[in-house]
């Protein structure tokens, strides 16, 4: 009896076992397969954002028309509908690919890999950009691993002036010269590494240094990358902004051109900001790291301009001072014990402490502004666009011309 018995028992488990290894075949399957979808839909991604933006009449509808008896209102809905084309396919092109690779490049491996995973594969930790020194200016964008959309919509916008729009519609390029860095971090999945490599191999506009990508090591992560710079890449000046900021470089361009050499740190300007003591806050700072109930005067995290010459001070005096996890305030600190104020201009990130962000605006509300946090990345395109629209038509924000185009 006790013989039948303990037959029976391991037969149960031969079956139970042989269940769940069909399971987890199952799946490892269906993981693998969602894995191969994804990877198929990022090579074919540059292809389709290129493919599915027709440049053929931009310069004639940008740039203008010889005949001078078109009325202005027929220019007008010309600008309006060919932006609105323009933004069209670029959205059909983005959403595409958008959601299922947001949903696995930027989450499902938030849980379930570990940087240890990464650390017995082969990759290259260093990733360094080629650089040309006397650049004017350095755009110091800060990006996760994942956010591959976020980086095609940029350099498909504003930010490469070797992109097809811009060769064909920035003035005087020649006169004034900058270049996009996406600067990144080490992430938990070796697919991910892997796919941002091939990236750099493609575009060369990465700098990947050694440090975990996260949050709390945001502060680690732009000294790091600023020290770099300070050594490697020399500009006359950075500007340090975020993969959700928009850089109207019409504006932007002709006011570095022009500005004061005494300024060495400029950005919208954050006085006496309480310091955060709740432990449940992602900004807490214990009072062992930061005594002080403000912090010192900085400028806000979303984009801060800094003189390109005053960067291995600026490193060097970093390494005297402990870090928080504000690396904005952060900054500020350490401008703060180089005697260095900030310079306040509220044309970056006008629109941060509003109820109004730039989304709810008309177009002709932040013509002039240098830079605004809070964009998507098929906004970056639009907003592009409609800057250069603007330029070139300043009659659309005015009188009865204005015009919204809509997101």
């Given at each position: 009896m006790c013989m039948v018995m303990r037959k029976k028992k391991i037969l149960i488990f031969i079956v139970i076992a042989i269940i769940l290894m069909a399971t987890l075949q199952h799946w490892t399957d269906t993981k693998a397969t969602w894995k191969n979808?994804?990877?198929?839909k990022l090579k074919k991604y540059k292809i389709e954002l290129q493919q599915s933006i027709d440049f053929?009449?931009?310069?004639?509808?940008?740039?203008?028309?010889?005949?001078?008896?078109?009325?202005?209102?027929?220019?007008?809905?010309?600008?309006?509908?060919?932006?609105?084309?323009?933004?069209?396919?670029?959205?059909?092109?983005?959403?595409?690919?958008?959601?299922?690779?947001?949903?696995?490049l930027m989450r499902s491996f938030e849980n379930e890999f570990s940087i240890e995973q990464t650390t017995n594969k082969i990759t290259n930790t260093l990733l360094e950009p080629k650089c040309d020194n006397d650049i004017d200016l350095i755009i110091m964008l800060t990006t996760r691993p994942g956010a591959f959309y976020n980086r095609a919509a940029i350099r498909n916008s504003w930010g490469r002036m070797d992109s097809v729009i811009n060769k064909l519609l920035l003035e005087d390029s020649t006169s004034f010269t900058y270049r996009t860095i996406f600067i990144v971090g080490r992430d938990r999945d070796y697919k991910v590494e892997q796919l941002v490599e091939e990236e750099y191999k493609h575009y060369g506009d990465i700098l990947r240094l050694d440090y975990k990508d996260k949050y709390e090591n945001l502060t680690n992560k732009t000294i790091l990358s600023l020290g770099w710079f300070a050594e490697k890449c020399s500009s006359k000046y950075i500007l340090?902004?975020?993969?959700?900021?928009?850089?109207?470089?019409?504006?932007?361009?002709?006011?570095?051109?022009?500005?004061?050499?005494?300024?060495?740190?400029?950005?919208?300007?954050?006085e006496f900001m309480p310091v955060i003591r709740d432990p449940t806050h992602r900004n807490f700072v214990p009072m062992a790291e930061y005594a002080e109930e403000y912090y010192k005067p900085y400028c806000s995290g979303g984009g801060y301009m800094i003189a390109g010459h005053i960067l291995k001070n600026l490193t060097e005096k970093a390494k005297t001072i402990n870090q928080i996890i504000n690396e904005d305030a952060y900054i500020g600190l350490v401008m703060h014990a180089l005697k260095i104020l900030p310079t306040d201009d509220e044309r970056f990130l006008p629109y941060v402490f509003t109820k109004r962000g730039v989304s709810k605006r008309t177009m002709c509300n932040w013509k002039d502004k240098f830079l605004m946090h809070g964009v998507e990345p098929e906004k970056q395109i639009h907003m592009h666009w409609t800057t250069l629209a603007m330029r070139d038509y300043p009659s659309i924000c005015e009188g009865n011309y204005q015009i919204e185009i809509s997101p």
């Open positions: 979808t994804v990877l198929m053929s009449n931009l310069e004639k509808n940008m740039i203008g028309n010889d005949n001078e008896s078109i009325q202005e209102d027929v220019v007008v809905r010309t600008v309006r509908r060919n932006a609105n084309n323009l933004l069209k396919n670029a959205k059909m092109c983005l959403r595409r690919s958008r959601s299922q690779i947001s949903m696995y340090k902004t975020d993969d959700d900021c928009f850089v109207n470089l019409i504006s932007l361009i002709p006011w570095l051109k022009k500005i004061n050499p005494s300024a060495k740190y400029i950005g919208k300007k954050n």
